[in-house]
């Protein structure tokens, strides 16, 4: 987690973190994936998986940008890290 929050690629991960990592980071970054990222990870995922990890990417960054938008903040005082480009 420490490696994700300073916009750092995760050591020590699993073959299945690898590809599920590796297809959401290029998904997110060029908002396309690869013909070899997505053959790699529909590999090591299989196609009910594949679909299962778009769906739960596309809620999570659909949630993020409506509690962005609306400037909704959690009540216990974090606040989120400003993009990476601005760091």
Same mark, same amino acid.
């Given at each position: @987690?420490?490696?994700?929050?300073?916009?750092?690629?995760?050591?020590?991960? /699993?073959?299945?973190?690898?590809?599920?990592?590796?297809?959401?980071?290029?998904?997110? /970054?060029?908002?396309?994936?690869?013909? %070899?990222?997505?053959?790699?990870?529909?590999?090591?995922?299989?196609?009910?998986?594949?679909?299962?990890?778009?769906?739960?990417?596309?809620?999570?960054?659909?949630?993020? @940008?409506?509690?962005?938008? %609306?400037?909704?903040?959690?009540?216990?005082?974090?606040?989120p890290l400003p993009p990476l480009a601005n760091r």
């Open positions: @987690m420490a490696d994700l929050a300073q916009g750092n690629r995760p050591e020590g991960m /699993q073959p299945d973190e690898t590809a599920v990592y590796d297809f959401c980071a290029e998904m997110h /970054q060029k908002h396309f994936v690869s013909d %070899a990222t997505f053959k790699k990870a529909k590999e090591m995922l299989g196609e009910q998986q594949m679909a299962d990890l778009m769906a739960v990417s596309g809620v999570h960054t659909l949630v993020s @940008m409506l509690l962005n938008t %609306a400037e909704v903040m959690p009540n216990d005082g974090w606040r």
